[in-house]
């Protein structure tokens, strides 16, 4: 009997979703970074396992008080989410606090879940940060209250730690199924979405206090050479011209440094040397502007009438 079906996996900004994602499909498909709100569209990485074949979608991070048009536009991709799903995970940092767990839990996106009927765990992660195991003890206690949740499993996602448990758990929710994608398939998603996301992984990585959140990369040529390396054209979009300056650095030195680091990221993932041509334009407070999301591919619903 073979199971399938799509697993969310749900949680704060910079909890750990991406990390647990990569580490269970065994490749770094989803970026990650120590800032919150790197994810800001689902990533689906595939995980066959014996008779059992789990959908992940990694989704954004589940802002407390959306600011942006961008920020809506996440939390409609976590709703999303939950409706394609058959099991959802949320996820809380093990490191967190109870008055953490409680805001967690205060979430409307949480506290409505059992409503979609869908079997729910808690996943416990960043285990290995916890010097006294014992701490998380009564932040599953206090979670497990709530009623929210069907069980709960402890893990480390870095450390790849109880990754087992949390399968196991897993399998015994899905649906009987045939499987729903090729076993050897890792994702759905087009590598053009994947690079464009290795590049903007760069971005939060050298580039420091809004610039990260003020740029979307889109990629506007991918050309499979057959001789040669691939060219790869982006553009790294900002919203302001101040920006434009920082992110391009003195005499060229950020955005070099960025596509060197991307370049290696993307030819260690698609297999094979690329040449990677990256430009920075301005587009002004385009977080907030529903034109532009929707150009970038967001699939922002036309705004009511006034
Ligand atoms: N110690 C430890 N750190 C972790 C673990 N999982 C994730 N992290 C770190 O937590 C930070 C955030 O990880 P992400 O996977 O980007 O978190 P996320 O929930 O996807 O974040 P957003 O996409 O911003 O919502 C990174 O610095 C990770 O290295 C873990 O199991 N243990
Ligand atoms: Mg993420």
């Known amino acids: 009997m073979k199971r399938a079906g799509f697993v969310a996996i749900l949680g704060k900004p910079n909890a750990g979703k991406s990390t647990l994602l990569n580490a269970l499909i065994g490749e770094p498909l989803a970026i990650v970074s120590p800032k919150p709100e790197t994810t800001r569209r689902p990533v689906i990485g595939i995980l066959t396992s014996g008779d059992a074949q789990m959908v992940f979608l990694d989704t954004p991070g589940i802002v407390e008080h959306p600011k942006f048009e961008l920020h809506r536009q996440m939390l409609a991709e976590i709703h999303q989410a939950i409706e394609d799903a058959d099991v959802v995970l949320v996820l809380f940092d093990a490191t967190g606090g109870i008055a953490d767990v409680e805001r967690l ?110 740029v979307e990369v889109i990629v506007t040529n991918f050309d499979e050479r057959p001789e040669g390396p691939w060219y790869i054209a982006a553009e790294l979009v900002v919203e302001r011209h101040s920006q434009k300056k920082i992110l391009i650095g003195t005499g060229g030195s950020m955005i070099k440094r960025i596509g060197e680091s991307a370049r290696e990221r993307i030819e260690a993932h698609l297999g094979v040397p690329v040449y990677l041509d990256l430009r920075v334009k301005v587009r002004e407070h385009w977080r907030n502007d529903p034109t532009y999301l929707r150009s970038f591919g967001y699939r922002v619903k036309p705004s009511p009438k006034k």
């Open 105 to 214: 839990l205060a979430e409307p996106i949480v506290a409505d879940l059992p409503k979609s009927g869908k079997p729910i765990v808690l996943v416990l992660t960043k285990m290995d940060a916890l010097d006294d195991k014992r701490a998380a003890l009564p932040i599953i206690e206090r979670a497990m209250q709530s009623g929210i949740f069907r069980t709960s499993v402890a893990v480390s996602a870095l450390k790849r730690k109880f990754l087992d448990e949390l399968v196991n758990v897993i399998v015994g929710l899905l649906p009987e199924s045939e499987f729903l994608y090729d076993p050897d398939e890792l994702s759905t998603q087009q590598e053009r979405f994947f690079v464009a996301e290795f590049i903007r992984e760069q971005v939060y990585r050298y580039c420091q206090q809004e610039i990260p959140y003020s």
